[in-house]
């Protein structure tokens, strides 16, 4: 065998089993490195393929050119004639040849010896670089989502690169790791894989210890029932380093899942507060009812009352006054983590006196019904009580719907919807003529830009102030006499220069 040939498989054999790569990558890195030197000693833009025999690293150097169509803007029709040829004339050697093809000629190869080990060395590195780190994508982008744990390798402005084995790098972006966690060169900790990026530099796998599924993965791993699936652990919430809930449901109704969470003496639950840095967690069972879930995740607050809007997917909480701080907690923490465990949009207040609120909001319900329905204090208080707050609520809501209320009868529900109707356009009808006879306000007439005959035309259509006119799109008053959209956009300016005025006295003064 020519020593050319026992050269290669040499390199082969120790670039494979150092680096673990497969022969064919290492074999095409040679290939490449080769056909690199043959391009650079013939000093010209040519194209080079080299074929290495797999059996006895004997090689063979080929010149390539393309085939195209003619091009009738360069001259010969060939826009890079060293690695070009007509498709007319390729048909002359091969006659099935097609455009994208290629024809080949036998050149004389470059000595593996002599195209200098360095430059070849660097080809071949690189290439195996890339397949290494391809290597580690693939052997990671289906364990995105997992719980994986490395030693520190080193830290860098807060950046932690964990040493995974197998000669195989993480990051942990700083953004990314517990606020206050001091870690240190040989730890050993624990991440969430987030994401496997296939990049040309730098790491590939990126890994966070603030998300909310680490907890979740921790949890899975400390609490056996979890594994079993006789508890799930639903979701979680996490002020990073300093406190977290979690939403567990069995599924097997012998097994208590906040108990099996915390273990004997706390020792699961503590297990994962020691891995999160102290990071204390509240196990909250998780309930189908959205109240219910709602009032467990608020531990350890104690709920009076709750109002649950399903339209806004917003909760009233009412808590005791003495409860009160402990259920928004420092910063709103408390309130803010069983808002993001329950997905619900929560305000929490003061039990008493939202029922206050409350039963003065009901009352002045009451009267409005009262005064323009000209009903009863019964009937208007079972219209309040049943959730109708205006009349016109009343006069357009389905029969169907009324009939539901059991105190109420066919007639008497025809009648309220017909009172309230009235009510409706008798309040139309005064607000017209209100609008009808307004005069402008003295600052409208007033303004720079306004006239009189102007500003009376705007009070007519209920812009009475300044304040009125800030509040209006240019859109909303081109209608008006000798109006165009420039004229509008100043006169709306003008009207707005108090607002200015305020917000720069409130910045002057903080």
């Known amino acids: 065998m020519p020593k050319k040939g026992k050269d290669i498989l040499l390199m082969v054999d120790v670039f494979s089993n150092e680096k673990d790569i497969e022969k064919e990558i290492v074999f095409q890195a040679v290939e490449s490195a080769l056909e690199a030197a043959t391009i650079k000693l013939d000093k010209k833009p040519i194209l080079v393929r080299v074929s290495i025999d797999r059996k006895t690293g004997e090689y063979e150097t080929f010149r390539r050119w393309e085939v195209v169509e003619p091009n009738d803007e360069f001259e010969n029709g060939l826009e890079f004639p060293d690695s070009q040829i007509l498709l007319e004339d390729a048909k002359k050697k091969n006659p099935d040849i097609q455009v994208g093809d290629f024809v080949e000629e036998l050149i004389e190869s470059v000595d593996f010896g002599r195209i200098g080990a360095q430059s070849a060395k660097q080809v071949i590195i690189q290439k195996i670089r ?8 693939e052997a990671y982008e289906d364990r995105v989502g997992d719980l994986i744990a490395g030693v520190v390798k080193r830290v860098e402005k807060g950046n932690v690169y964990l040493d995974l084995g197998g000669n195989v790098e993480a990051l942990i972006p700083r953004e990314e790791m517990i606020p206050g966690e001091s870690v240190r060169i040989g730890d050993r900790i624990r991440g969430y894989l987030k994401e496997v990026r296939s990049e040309a530099r730098g790491p590939q796998l990126f890994v966070s210890r603030t998300a909310p599924e680490l907890l979740l993965a921790l949890f899975r791993l400390e609490v056996p029932e979890v594994g079993e699936g006789l508890i799930d652990v639903l979701s979680a919430a996490r002020d990073p380093g300093s406190r977290a809930k979690i939403a567990v449901k069995s599924n097997d109704p012998r ?5 099996a969470c915390v273990g004997m003496r706390g020792s699961r639950v503590q297990s994962v507060s020691n891995e999160l840095n102290g990071e204390r967690v509240d196990i909250i069972l998780w309930n189908e009812n959205d109240a219910q879930f709602v009032i467990n995740a608020m531990s350890p607050a104690d709920v009076e009352s709750i109002v649950v809007d399903e339209d806004k997917h917003f909760m009233d909480v009412g808590v005791s006054s003495e409860s009160l701080s402990q259920a928004i907690g420092r910063g709103g923490q408390n309130v803010r983590l069983a808002s993001e465990l329950t997905g619900w949009e929560l305000n929490v207040l003061d039990a008493a006196k939202a029922e206050q609120e409350s039963e003065a909001e009901l009352e002045k319900i009451k009267q409005l019904f009262k005064e323009q329905l000209d009903v009863d204090e019964e009937i208007a208080g079972i219209l309040a009580e049943v959730g109708f707050s205006t009349i016109e609520e009343l006069a357009y809501v389905p029969i169907s719907e009324m009939l539901q209320i059991g105190e109420f009868d066919e007639e008497l529900i025809e009648e309220l919807k017909s009172r309230a109707k009235d009510a409706l356009l008798i309040s139309a009808i005064s607000t017209e003529e209100q609008i009808e006879t307004a005069e402008p306000a003295q600052d409208l007439l007033e303004m720079e830009g306004m006239t009189k005959e102007l500003a009376v035309e705007m009070a007519q ?23 165009d959209e420039e004229r509008a956009a100043q006169l709306i300016l003008k009207a707005r220069e108090p607002w200015f005025a305020e917000q720069n006295n409130g910045t002057v003064e903080g």
Do not use: S, W
């Not at 890339?130 to 994508?137: F, L």
């Not at 097994?255 to 108990?259: H, I, N, S």
């Not at 209006?472 to 000798?482: P, S």
């Open 130 to 137: 890339q397949a290494e780190r391809k290597k580690i994508v």
């Open 255 to 259: 097994l208590d899942p906040v108990g």
């Open 461 to 483: 259509q209920g812009i009475i102030t300044m304040e009125d006119l800030a509040e209006q799109a240019v859109d909303d008053i081109l209608d008006f006499t000798g109006m």
